[in-house]
């Protein structure tokens, strides 16, 4: 399975996933009905399956996530909506119908794909749970994301850069339609992101950016290895780029 998340920290301190999640929610529901099962694939913490619950009253969400924390942490968000959620324990990268009983009539995801190297089995898993025509609608870190941090990453320590793949528009095209995708569009989004100098720049780095490579460090050495990258990079601030991309199950 995927590494585990500090997810109570992660809720509190991802107000940028969250605010960008709010427009993939908009771009999704104008897409519905309003009374559909929806898979939220990596639902995190629930900051936005909540906002998902809220824009579909008469709809069902399957909260799928591979971090056991941030499945507690969404139970507890999204209690007050009772059994219209289901909380799903799953491997995005692997084949998906075991886990999720039933079809689906649409997918959601906000940052969360370029956790995963290979798209081309990620979106035919995603094809094979959903019915024809339903939409998928999704929004992850996509090429030239973090690219300050990753520099500065390649300079410290191993020189490890990270577990992450940030693809381009073009490659995501053709592994959508070749798993059966139609109406496909995928576009790149710079989204410079600034945040609050000293410890809540750090706790943004220690928790949304750099956990992969603090679980290779011993704990003594992890605070310090913070620090060494806030210090090198030359603002508090995040180059983020982000990969849209909006398809039509096909026939």
């Not at 920290?9 to 929806?38: F, K």
């Not at 994301?145 to 191993?158: E, F, M, Y």
């Amino acid at each position: 399975m995927p590494r585990d998340w500090d997810a109570r920290t992660y809720d509190a301190v991802a107000d940028p996933q969250a605010r960008w999640g709010a427009t993939v929610v908009d771009r999704l529901v104008e897409r519905l009905e309003g009374d559909e099962r929806v898979l939220d694939a990596g639902c995190g913490s629930g900051r936005v399956t909540e906002m998902l619950l809220e824009r579909l009253p008469g709809g069902r969400i399957v909260a799928l996530d591979g971090s056991p924390s941030m499945l507690d942490q969404a139970r507890r968000r999204l209690e007050p909506f009772g059994d219209r959620v289901e909380f799903v324990h799953a491997d995005l990268r692997g084949p998906l119908a075991a886990a999720i009983p039933g079809p689906l009539d649409a997918v959601l995801s906000t940052a969360t794909f370029h956790w995963i190297h290979d798209h081309a089995a990620l979106y035919r898993h995603l094809a094979a749970i959903v019915r024809p025509g339903g939409p998928l609608v999704a929004q992850y870190g996509g090429a030239g994301n973090t690219a300050s941090v990753r520099a500065v990453l390649a300079t410290i320590g191993d020189g490890w850069t990270g577990d992450v793949f940030f693809a381009g528009p073009d490659e995501t095209r053709g592994w959508l339609a070749h798993a059966g995708w139609e109406d496909i569009e995928a576009w790149l989004q710079p989204e410079p992101t600034r945040f609050e100098p000293g410890e809540p720049f750090k706790a943004f780095l220690r928790t949304v950016i750099l956990g992969a490579h603090l679980a290779r460090l011993p704990e003594a050495e992890r605070d310090a290895f913070v620090d060494e990258v806030a210090a090198r990079l030359p603002a508090a601030e995040i180059d983020y780029v982000r990969l849209n991309v909006t398809a039509r199950r096909g026939a």
